[in-house]
């Protein structure tokens, strides 16, 4: 199957194509979603930061307007990524979640954080260059570590104080210098639970444009400890029967598709698919 949408660097001098517009309350949107054509959206009143070229849409260009503010535009609204997450179309989420990462990225490398100097954005590449010091600056992605933890029909799932009322998930952190994912995921669960894992396995990853998380998915069985939880960090975490489950995450998060696969497995049904 061909993807509908492909990245790529795009020359911004040339004309036509889509666009979206991104100010800090999220993406423009009208009743036919949030892609427009893109002479008409710079026509509009935007206080333009900056105009990427981010790839292919159906084979047609499709251009970032970075805003420094929201406007308001006749007949439009503006909406935040998770939003779009949630109600669209998995295609036009991948866009906007790219288009995300790459205006937020562009807008904090404008100063190279040698010498304060502007910097320029390549032709033809994605990076930030400072020709005084000679430094290229490639967008940011952060690996981070989600684990399901089982122990035969139970799975252990936690809260955060940022999550939905009465959700509970799967265990996740932001990988340190010197790690590996296997490092990261043991220190994470400890951390946060302080208990033991054994036979960690790699379940696949989700690109996680919240706002530049690379999830690397992991399946782990319960080896010891009785779950304390982090402060602040964790509200509660228990052990829930694969039968007597919580609210759970979106169905398009890899902490969803990890408890989804491992309850299905356990009850005979067919496996999901992972959302890319
Ligand atoms: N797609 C999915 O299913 C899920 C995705 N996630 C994502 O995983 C990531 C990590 O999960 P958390 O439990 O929030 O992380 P965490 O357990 O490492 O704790 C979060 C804390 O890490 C620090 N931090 C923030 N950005 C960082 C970075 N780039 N590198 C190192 N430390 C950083 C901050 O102090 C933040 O409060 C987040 O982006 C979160 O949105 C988490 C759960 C489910
Ligand atoms: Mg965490
Ligand atoms: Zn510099």
């Known amino acids: 199957?061909?993807?509908?949408?492909?990245?790529?660097?795009?020359?911004?001098?040339?004309?036509?194509?889509?666009?979206?517009?991104?100010?800090?309350e999220g993406f423009l949107f009208d009743d036919n979603g949030a892609l427009f054509p893109r002479e008409w959206l710079k026509r509009q009143d935007l206080s333009v930061l900056a105009e990427h070229g981010i790839g292919h849409l159906d084979g047609e260009p499709v251009y970032l307007l970075e805003l420094r503010s929201v406007s308001e535009v006749p007949g439009c609204g503006w909406k935040g990524l998770r939003a779009f997450m949630?109600?669209?179309?998995?295609?036009?989420?991948?866009?906007?979640?790219?288009?995300a990462q790459i205006g937020t990225w562009a807008r904090e490398h404008r100063f190279c954080g040698n010498c304060g100097q502007p910097m320029t954005q390549v032709p033809r590449e994605r990076a930030m260059y400072c020709q005084p010091c000679d430094l290229r600056s490639y967008p940011r992605i952060s690996p981070s570590m989600i684990v399901l933890i089982t122990r035969g029909d139970e799975i252990l799932l936690a809260r955060s104080p940022r999550f939905v009322t009465g959700v509970y998930s799967t265990l996740a952190g932001f990988a340190e210098p010197g790690e590996s994912a296997e490092d990261c995921l043991i220190r994470e669960v400890r951390e946060e639970v302080q208990i033991e894992v054994k036979n960690i396995q790699y379940i696949g990853s989700q690109c996680w444009p919240f706002p530049h998380s690379m999830m690397l998915g992991f399946h782990a069985e319960y080896a010891g400890g009785e779950i304390v939880c982090?402060?602040?960090?964790?509200?509660?975490?228990?052990?829930?029967?694969?039968?007597?489950?919580?609210?759970?995450?979106?169905?398009?998060?890899?902490?969803?598709?990890?408890?989804?696969?491992?309850?299905?497995?356990?009850?005979g049904h067919a496996e999901p698919v992972l959302p890319g």
């Open 86 to 99: 949630l109600e669209s179309d998995h295609t036009v989420y991948k866009v906007l979640g790219y288009a």
């Open 1 to 24: 199957m061909t993807s509908r949408w492909t990245t790529a660097v795009l020359d911004t001098d040339q004309p036509g194509g889509w666009a979206v517009a991104r100010s800090p």
């Open 230 to 267: 982090q402060e602040d960090e964790i509200e509660d975490a228990q052990w829930f029967n694969v039968h007597e489950l919580p609210p759970l995450p979106a169905s398009r998060s890899i902490a969803r598709y990890l408890i989804d696969v491992y309850v299905a497995r356990r009850l």
